[in-house]
Nanobody, 122 residues
Framework: QVQLVESGGGLVQAGGSLRLSCAAS????????MGWYRQVPGKQRELVAT???????NYADSVKGRFTISRDNAKNTVYLQMNSLKPEDTAVYYC????????????????WGKGTQVTVSS
C-alpha cells in the first residue's frame, strides 16, 4: 500500500559528495517524518538524519556538518546530501517514513525502503 524507493547510491572517493533520494508512493494522507538510517554487516542499524513535517531535524554526531537532510513535501520525497564522505560512511542506507494513510485509519506507521549501497573508497 505504501512504498519507499531509494536512489542515488554508488561508489565515490573519500572527500567526494553524493545525494540520496527517497520517494514515497501509495495510499498516503500525510507524512509526519522522513529520515535516513544506515547499516553495515554485523552491526545495528543506526540513525543518520531525520526531518519532521514541521522542519525539525536530527543528525547523528558522526555526520553533523557534513550531511544535510531536506524534503520536498509536494513530491513526498526526502533527500540526503552527503559531503566530505569518509570510508566509515560505507553502508547500506535505508529510507524511513512515518505515514498516516487516512483520517479514519489507524495511527502512524513506519515504512522502510529496501536500501541503497553507498561505498566510499580510500
Amino acid at each position: 500500500q505504501v512504498q519507499l524507493v531509494e536512489s542515488g547510491g554508488g561508489l565515490v572517493q573519500a572527500g567526494g559528495s553524493l545525494r540520496l533520494s527517497c520517494a514515497a508512493s501509495g495510499t498516503i494522507f500525510s507524512i509526519n517524518a522522513m529520515g535516513w538510517y544506515r547499516q553495515v554487516p554485523g552491526k545495528q542499524r543506526e540513525l543518520v538524519a531525520t526531518r519532521t513535517s514541521g522542519g525539525s531535524t536530527n543528525y547523528a554526531d558522526s555526520v553533523k556538518g557534513r550531511f544535510t537532510i531536506s524534503r520536498d513535501n509536494a513530491k513526498n520525497t526526502v533527500y540526503l546530501q552527503m559531503n566530505s564522505l569518509k570510508p566509515e560512511d560505507t553502508a547500506v542506507y535505508y529510507c524511513n517514513a512515518a505515514i498516516r494513510s487516512s483520517v479514519g485509519g489507524g495511527g502512524l506507521k513506519d515504512y522502510w525502503g529496501k536500501g541503497t549501497q553507498v561505498t566510499v573508497s580510500s
